[in-house]
C-alpha cells in the first residue's frame, strides 16, 4: 500500500490555555479542503502562538500518522480524528516514528525533510483533557514528526507520499524520541551527521551526557 495524505489541517481557532505553556494556543487543527500551499515557514494560512517553542525552518510543518491516532483511540476508549493532536498533515501507510531523520518525503508539489520528533508539553494535555498524557505520550512513543520545507508547494488531502533520499545512518524519529533510555549508540552516530536540526544537536548532547553519569 502507497503512502498517502489523509488530511491537511490547519487552525480552527485560538485555544485559552491559561495553565499550559502558553496563554493562548494554535493546537486546534482541522482538517481543510482543497490545496494548501507548504512554504518554509509552514502551511499557509496557519499560526503559531508560541514561537519559543515551536515554528521556525526546523519545525515549519508537523506530521502524525492516523495509524497512531486510531491506536490511541483504542487505548483511550475515545476517538482521535485527524488534525487534533496540533499536526498539520495527517499520513496514511507511513511508519512516522521509524522515519529516519534527514529522509525526503515528496508529497504533491512539495518536498519536506524529517528533522525531529515532537516533545509533548502541558497545552498538548490540557486540549485533549487526558490525565498524565504527557506521560503516557512519551512512554507510548510514537511522537510524531516535525518537518522543514526544502521545496515550497502545494499539498492536499489524497496525495501520493514518497520517501525519498533515505539516510544511511537510519536513525530514526523513534530512536531520537527515546533518547538515553534507547540505543545510546544510534545518538552518537547521528551527531556525526552535519545537517541536523538546530535544537537537535544540544539535545543529543544532553541525553548522552545524562546516560554516562548515570553508568558512571
Known sequence: MSASLISVNLVHELVDDPHGDVGRSAIDKRPVSGAVMLSHDGPVGDVVMDRD?????????????????????????????????????????????????????????????????????????????????????????????????????????GDTLTREQVPAHGVTIGDVFQGRRGDRSKLQRLLQETDLAEALVPYLHRELAVGNTQEN
Open 53 to 157: 517553542n515551536h515554528g521556525g525552518h526546523d519545525q515549519a510543518v508537523y506530521a502524525y500518522a492516523i495509524e497512531d491516532l486510531d491506536a490511541w483511540s483504542q487505548i483511550t476508549g475515545r476517538e482521535f480524528v485527524p488534525g487534533q493532536f496540533g499536526e498539520n498533515l495527517t499520513t496514511k501507510g507511513l511508519d512516522v516514528t521509524g522515519a529516519v531523520i534527514g529522509e525526503v518525503w515528496a508529497i504533491g508539489d512539495a518536498r519536506l525533510q524529517v528533522r525531529d520528533p515532537r516533545t509533548p508539553c502541558t497545552t498538548f494535555q490540557n486540549w485533549l483533557g487526558e490525565a498524565h498524557w504527557v506521560k503516557r505520550f512519551t512512554e507510548k512513543g510514537d511522537p510524531g514528526a516535525y518537518l522543514k520545507v526544502l521545496t515550497p508547494g502545494e499539498v492536499q488531502a
